[in-house]
């Protein structure tokens, strides 16, 4: 924390109160900083924003999205609130729902199950592992087509990279995501399509929603994060395209 240092980045501030700040992150900034990342970050832009922050833990950071996974944060502004919406996140009592496009046609509600833990070769990877920690993702079909589908994903633990390792175990991985076999080739048959997707974009993974009680006031408190732009013009593609 000592490296952290305040930088003018814009954010998009969904809501705050005396307790917390509800963000929506875009895809392509890193959540916290860390070797290698130490400016640029979601944390550099909210301590020049909220610089009393500097007395919070992580500067009032619960959770994290993966860099190139866009999608709603929740931070906290004070330590009894700190400390509050940490235990709700350790007792799994977050709800959150993620949106996302991916290969495939997914037509019917999907329960993977499967464990994750470190790949054996490739660090910076997980994957589906026997002996891996149990992660469990109740996948929605919102809208099946032929060749690719848009879900939404309730995560029922936490893990790293959990959606994305489980889509692509089960072979529809989330368009963009070439750390986990995304092959932008599958598109070639749709020009339409094809051309569309960013390669600079990431992922098309969304967090979408987010529920937690209001430390305060201790009624349940929901928040929605509006799609990129780069996702509603594939997702609008999609539409008018693949039948």
Sequence with gaps: ETQLVAEDIEIDVIDETDDFIVVNKPSGMVTHIAPGNYTGTLQNALYYRYPELSNVPRTGIIHR??????????????????NYLNQQLQDQKFDKLYHALVCGSVAEQLRISEPIGRHPVNRKKMS????????????????????????????????????????????KPVIGDKLYGYNKNIFQKNPNIYETIDQNFGQYLHAYSLSFSDPKTKKIRKYKADYPEKYNCLLKKMSEIII
């Design 128 to 171: 589906v592992k026997l002996n891996g920690k149990t992660a469990l993702s109740i996948i929605k079909p919102l809208k099946s087509y032929d060749c690719a589908s848009h879900i939404e994903v309730k995560i029922i633990t936490g893990r790293t990279h959990q959606i994305r390792v489980h889509m692509s175990h089960i072979n």
């Design 65 to 82: 999205l993966d860099k190139d996974t866009s999608g709603i944060l929740v931070v906290s502004r004070n330590l009894s609130s700190h």
